[in-house]
Structure formats: C-alpha cells, structure tokens
C-alpha cells in the first residue's frame, strides 16, 4: 500500500491538514502549506499548513480566552478528558504509530512503544491533577492563617522536537492541561502529522475550544518570536537542541516568562568488568540503537572496562551486525533512517574524526547507500574521551568503544561534558552502583538498566542539559504558581 493510501485511512488523512485554533481546523491565514517527507524514501507524505504570526497570535488569543473557563473545570473532570484521550490514543494505537513511522523513520514496533509512553503521560498526570493540594502553614502570630494555594500558569506554548513526536508533546501537554493552563503547541516542522492527530483525539475526548491549539510552521522564528512578546503567554517549554534553549533563555528575558528546557545529552554507558556481561551487551544495545541513535538519553559514550574490553566488543559486535536496516514499516527493520541528510552528515563527521584518531571499525562504518539517510549500525573499537565522537552527541547509530582502568578515572570521563542528562552504569557490586549513582553528574542514572524513563519518574537534566523536570511527582508544578495567603482575622 501507498503512503499515501495509508495516510488516507486516518482520520485526518482525508481532509488537507490545518491549523487547530480555537473552535476548530483552519487554514493558514496566508494559504501557505509545506510539505512532510518520509526520510525512508524521499516521498511527499503531506502537505500542512504553514503559519506565521497572525495564526501564532489567533492560536495565542483563543488560549487566553479558553484560560479562564478551563482553569475552573473541577480537577476530577479534567483529569477525564486526559484519561478519555488516553484510551483513545491506545484504541488508535496502530494507526498513529503507522503515521509516526511514515513521518520519522522509526521502526514500527518503536512507535507502537511511543504511542503507548505518550498515552501513559496522561494518565499519569490525570492522577496529578486531582492530587495538587495547597497547604496551611501554623503561624507565629494567633489570628494569623497562612495558606497556600497553586493555582495555573496560564497560556503555555510549547515547542517539541522530532525525534519522539507524540510523547515529547504528551509529557507537557498532559501536565498542562491537567493544572488548568491552556496551550499553543508547535511540533517538529519534520513530524507535525503525529501532532495534528493528536489534537484530533484531545477534541474527540471533549477537550472544550480554545485550550489546545496546535500551530504548524516550516521556520519557527515568527512563531518564537510571537510567543515571547506576548505577555499573556507566561510558560514556554521547550525539548530540542542544547543551542536553541539558549536562544530561548534569552529570549525569555524580555517578559520574564517561565521556562522549561529539555536539551542535548551526552550520555556516558559504563561497564565494569564485575558487570553481567550479557545484561550490559542487551542494555548497551536497546540504549545505543533505538530510535537509530536520535535519542537525547541514548548512550553516547561507552566506557568498557579493559579486563573485559575484548570479550564485551566481541558479543556486542555480532549482536549489532546483526541488526537489520530498512523502512521501520518492514516488521523485520529494527533500524531506521536518520530524520534528514544533515544528521547523516554529522555521523560522517564523527566517524571520520574518529578514524582519523586511531579509532578501529568493527562493524559498519559507511551508509548503507550513499544516497539516502540509512546508516549502517557502527562500533568503533579504540575510541577516546577527545574524539569528537565522544565530545558532541552523534545522533545516530554509531556506538564508540573506550576503555577504562578503574571507578576514579571513569567518572572523571563521565563527568567532563558540559552536559548531565542520562548516565548508566552496569555492576554487581553494590557499593560501587551507590558511589556511582551519587558520583554522576546527571538528572537520570540507570544502574543496571538501560530504559530507565517511565511517566511516573521525573526526567529532565543537570548542567547545560536544561532547567526543569516533566514527568513524575514533580512535572505538574511546572505548569503551577504558589499563591500565599496572609488571612489576619
Ligand atoms: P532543534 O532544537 O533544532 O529543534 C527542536 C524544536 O525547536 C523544533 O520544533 C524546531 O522547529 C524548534 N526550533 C528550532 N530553532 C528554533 C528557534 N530559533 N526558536 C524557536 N524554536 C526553534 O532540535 P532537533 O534537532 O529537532 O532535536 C534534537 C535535539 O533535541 C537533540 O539535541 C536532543 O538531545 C534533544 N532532545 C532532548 C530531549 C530531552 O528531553 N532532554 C528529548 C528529545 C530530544
């Protein structure tokens, strides 16, 4: 079947893809539309509408105006809507994940696995919602009550990266809406299709008009740039690169608005040699090569101990040449293309640095064919903490070897990055997994597992890999102010 013909059995696959403002679907107000493409092969998938600044400010003026109404929705009520939705997403499960792999790459069972984690971030905060308790402080003076109330943000926009369409929305759309605020979300200009059939089952679930809109446009400048001049927009949160949040930090200045930053990692995976051998060969694997690498918390650094080193990039090269490269709509791929040529040529780039370092190829090492995004899973044997390999995040399916002496002079690799996202650390030996995960200087720390994010833990990252959490007890009170109340009586 066409992409196309698949695309048409959605349901918004039959209509042209609009803007969600408001009351509902429109088009760009300058009848401006852009094109998706799959980076499988190089199809036209769709074409959406391209906004710029008076649609960005038409989506900013219907959030304001649902903001009161919304926000004084009695929490159990909202937190149905999330729940309802959630089922959606999951009765629709095959068909989004089918939208998601022609717009993305990721192999379908991947994308099944995202719609699942997007869906579970609903939940999750549906249950918050109805726990956002204020609280009452004993004063030092008698007729004194101090009380504390939290109450909404208010209009929050939203900006999301490609990489995982449909959860990086869910993990700040669900705590959002579950406080009371209201949204102006732009997706991907590379995967807006996952956004918009997003928006589709938040109005099926009775989401009411105007509490989320979602603006699609090709150059987010104007839209960025609406956004912070607005002062009734007052949260910006924001999953992408390390150098765009900084931009929108200083942006942010000019308004004093809120800010919630998902950035860049550069995740350090440590094996020692007391490690199950086997256990860390599986989780360097599902750690390194999901998502073909373009995962923010993907294993970037792999620090083999070197009693072990042999033995560890002996059963973890046959594993990754075993690996099957394609169209994540074929059941048997398990890694897809990389989103679009520049990624590809960053990976180019790194694996020559690193050969032109004394690094070693033990499998892969090129693309699959020179003229698409395909890249042959890669482990590079001999590689160092100086490798530009090492230094920035690759992005993509290439997997550095480097080994190590002891636990001092890892965790000094570990740590020297201005990044602190995700680290991992596999070992039997107790006292070092506590040491470890106290010495890491990283928002998340996977002892013994690889796949350590879940809704009801917070994410988020140390250092220059963002501000804020999502997810977890903690992600609601992003989207909430503290109110104190001085009551003499
Ligand atoms: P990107 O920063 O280029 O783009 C992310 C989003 O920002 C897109 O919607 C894009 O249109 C928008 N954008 C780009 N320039 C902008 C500007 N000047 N003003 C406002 N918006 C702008 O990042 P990317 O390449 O799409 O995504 C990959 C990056 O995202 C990686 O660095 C990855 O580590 C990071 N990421 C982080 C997390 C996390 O939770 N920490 C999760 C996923 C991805």
């Known amino acids: 079947m066409t992409d196309a013909r698949i695309l048409a059995q959605t349901m918004l696959g039959n209509e042209p893809y609009g803007l969600l403002i408001g009351e509902g679907w429109r088009p760009a107000t300058g009848g401006g539309r852009f094109t998706v493409t799959n980076p499988a092969t190089g199809d036209h998938l769709a074409e959406v509408a391209d906004a710029d600044a008076s649609d960005v400010q038409a989506a900013i003026d219907a959030a304001a105006t649902a903001l009161p109404s919304w926000s004084i929705v009695p929490a159990p009520a909202r937190a149905a809507i999330l729940r309802r939705a959630a089922g959606l997403m999951l009765e629709e499960q095959e068909r989004l994940a089918t939208v998601m792999t022609l717009e993305q790459g990721k192999p ?16 999750w905060f549906a249950g918050e919602a109805e726990r956002i308790y204020g609280m009452t402080i004993p004063a030092s003076i008698a007729n004194k009550r101090l009380l504390v109330l939290r109450q909404p943000v208010g209009v929050c926009a939203m900006i999301t990266p490609w990489n995982f369409p449909s959860a990086m929305i869910t993990r700040k759309l669900g ?13 991907a200009e590379q995967t807006p299709l996952s956004a918009l059939e997003l928006g589709r089952i938040l109005r099926q679930a009775g989401l009411p008009d105007g509490v989320c809109n979602i603006v699609t446009c090709q150059d987010p400048i104007p839209f960025s740039t609406t956004i912070f001049d607005d002062e009734r927009v007052r949260k910006v949160s924001f999953t992408g690169s390390t150098e765009v949040g900084k931009l929108l930090i200083q942006q942010s200045a000019a308004t004093v608005k809120r800010l919630s930053l998902e950035l860049g990692g550069n995740a350090p995976f440590i094996v020692f040699a007391d490690a199950d051998l086997d256990a860390a060969v599986s989780g360097a694997l599902a750690s390194k090569f999901r998502n073909a690498g373009q995962t923010c918390v993907c294993a970037n650094r792999i620090f083999v101990q070197r009693s072990i080193y042999e033995a560890f990039a002996e059963r973890f090269t046959v594993r990754v040449a075993a690996m099957q490269v394609g169209n ?12 679009d040529q520049q990624a590809r040529t960053k990976v180019e780039r790194h694996v020559a640095d690193a050969l032109a370092g004394g690094a070693s190829i033990l499998t892969g090492g090129s693309a699959a064919t020179p003229e698409t995004q395909f890249w042959t899973p890669t482990v590079l044997a001999h590689a160092t903490p100086t490798m530009l390999v090492a230094r920035e995040e690759t992005f993509g399916p290439v997997a550095p070897l480097i080994g190590f002496d002891d636990e001092a002079e890892v965790l000094g690799y570990a740590n020297a990055t201005p990044f602190g996202l995700a680290a991992y650390c596999y070992t039997r030996d107790l006292s070092r997994a506590w040491r470890m995960a106290e010495g890491l200087e990283y928002g998340i720390v996977g002892i013994n597992d690889a796949i350590p994010s879940t809704a009801q833990a917070p994410f988020g990252g140390f250092k220059q890999s963002g501000l804020g959490r999502e997810g977890g007890p903690s992600g609601i009170d992003e989207y909430l102010e503290e109110k104190y109340v001085s009551m003499v009586l």
């Open 175 to 187: 705590p959002a809406l579950a406080a009371g605020c209201t949204a102006v979300i732009k997706p």
């Open 328 to 339: 994540g709509l074929d059941p048997a791929t398990v890694i897809g293309p990389l989103i």
């Open 108 to 123: 379908l069972a991947e994308a099944r696995g995202e719609i699942a984690y997007a869906a579970s971030f609903l939940t």
